[in-house]
Nanobody, 123 residues
Framework: QVQLVESGGGLVQTGGSLRLSCAASGRTLSTYVMGWFRQAPGKEREFVAAIRWSGSNTYYADSVKGRFAISRDNAKNTVYLQMMRLKPEDTAVYYC????????????????WGQGTQVTVSS
C-alpha cells in the first residue's frame, strides 16, 4: 500500500505561480513513477507530468511544457509540481498518483492516488 497526500493548491491570478506537493508513505517507491494528473469540471482526467523515483527522467504534457516543473525529494518521499505562468485553463483538481508501469501517461495504469488539491486560476 502507498498513501499519497497532496497539498499546495489554491487561488491564483493569471500569470501567477503555485507549488504542489505530494507526500508519499508506505511501500518502498524506488521502482515507481510518480505522476501528476488534473481533472477540470466536465472533462476527463489528463496527464500533466511524471518523474521516476530513481534517475532523472521527467515527462510533461505539451500543454504545460516550459511552464511546469516536476521534481522530487527522496529524503522526504515527496514530489513537487512547480507551476508557473498559470492560465485559466490550468484550473482543475490536481491529483498525484503512483505507478509501477512504464505506461505513465494513462491514469488507469496508476495504482494509488491522492485525494486531490484544487487549483483555480482567475482571469
Amino acid at each position: 500500500q502507498v498513501q499519497l497526500v497532496e497539498s499546495g493548491g489554491g487561488l491564483v491570478q493569471t500569470g501567477g505561480s503555485l507549488r504542489l506537493s505530494c507526500a508519499a508513505s508506505g511501500r518502498t517507491l524506488s521502482t515507481y513513477v510518480m505522476g501528476w494528473f488534473r481533472q477540470a469540471p466536465g472533462k476527463e482526467r489528463e496527464f500533466v507530468a511524471a518523474i521516476r523515483w530513481s534517475g532523472s527522467n521527467t515527462y510533461y504534457a505539451d500543454s504545460v511544457k516550459g511552464r511546469f516543473a516536476i521534481s522530487r525529494d527522496n529524503a522526504k518521499n515527496t514530489v513537487y509540481l512547480q507551476m508557473m505562468r498559470l492560465k485559466p485553463e490550468d484550473t482543475a483538481v490536481y491529483y498525484c498518483g503512483v505507478t509501477n508501469s512504464n505506461i505513465i501517461y494513462t491514469g488507469s495504469r496508476y495504482d494509488y492516488w491522492g485525494q486531490g488539491t484544487q487549483v483555480t486560476v482567475s482571469s
